[in-house]
């Protein structure tokens, strides 16, 4: 239940905060493609965990569109953003963001750190992923 997952984690995230020297916090958004069981508990995690974090530094992950990566940033909500799934289906994400094109989200997971067994699925994955074209 949503109520019992705030309090553990919140009283895990308050009290490691205190330990020294950690160095940041990741906090991971509710991704329904990456709860296959669906016993996860969507909720926003920023506004929850956010401020108990007084010393580390707070990172974001999961699923952040780059509009969102920069509002997060600019109010002070998180130092920067994991682009994982974006940084892996697109080659030039960097170049793509400065030029405002569109990412590609379309990740092959059955090629996806080799949890394949077939040799010939092995042989395709992160290269296999196409750069934008620019002018």
């Known amino acids: 239940p949503l109520e019992e997952t705030i309090s553990s984690f ?11 020297p ?18 996860g508990t969507p909720h ?6 956010g401020p108990l974090i007084k010393k580390a530094v707070l990172w974001g992950n999961t699923g952040c569109t780059p509009d969102e990566a920069a509002q997060f940033i600019s109010e002070g909500k998180v130092v920067g953003v994991f682009f994982g799934r974006a940084h892996i289906t697109n080659p030039d994400l960097a170049k793509r963001l400065e030029w405002g094109k569109e990412l590609e989200v379309g990740v092959d997971f059955a090629t996806l750190y080799g949890m394949s067994k077939d040799a010939e699925v092995l042989r ?5 992923y196409k750069f934008a ?3």
Do not use: W
């Not at 895990?12 to 905060?17: L, P």
């Not at 940041?24 to 493609?33: I, K």
């Open 22 to 39: 950690l160095s940041y916090f990741c906090l991971c958004r509710y991704n329904a493609m990456l709860d296959p069981t669906g016993c």
């Open 133 to 135: 074209e620019y002018d």
């Open 124 to 128: 395709k994955g992160y290269t296999d």
């Open 10 to 20: 919140s009283h895990f995230i308050a009290t490691a905060d205190q330990l020294l």
């Open 44 to 49: 926003d995690i920023l506004g929850t965990y």
